[in-house]
């Protein structure tokens, strides 16, 4: 009974080593009696809380224009939002998609990015809280 539950499971590695994983182009690895899948890139999410001075939130939708538009033309970056909560116009929250870490870490080091927090340093009230996550699985209803 062993033998016929084992040869299967077998014969499914030895096909997934011999041609790889196809939609990635990678294939996997066996050392010494291991067998490694490939490694999946993880989509990331950045959810940044801010709170602007009343009297600075349209100085700081200006100031935002720029990094908006120049982070959403990254090859990394899915999307990159922001959001004015409609009950109180001084919360703001900026959400942003992104394909992978190696793209977060781009999107970090571009120029616009550093430029962008001693811009907005007048308008803020307080540091952003911020968040960053990787998406373990998505799942679209």
């Known amino acids: 009974m062993k033998v016929k539950i084992l040869f299967p499971l077998l014969l499914t590695a030895v096909i997934y080593i011999s041609f790889g994983n196809k939609a990635s182009g990678q294939s996997a690895k066996v050392t010494e009696n291991q067998v490694t899948a490939p490694a999946v890139e993880t989509k990331m999410m950045i959810v940044a809380k801010l709170t602007v001075k009343p009297d600075k939130t349209k100085d700081f939708i200006d100031a935002a224009r720029e990094i908006i538009e120049k982070s959403n033309k990254e090859s990394g ?7 004015q909560d409609p009950y109180d116009n001084s919360k703001f929250v900026f959400v942003e998609e992104y394909k992978n870490q190696a793209a977060v870490d781009a999107h970090f080091a571009a120029g616009y990015f550093k430029a962008f927090g001693p811009k907005i340093s007048d308008f803020v009230e307080g540091p952003a809280k911020i968040k960053i996550v990787s998406v373990a699985k998505e799942v679209n209803q």
């Open 77 to 83: 970056c899915i999307s990159y939002q922001l959001y």
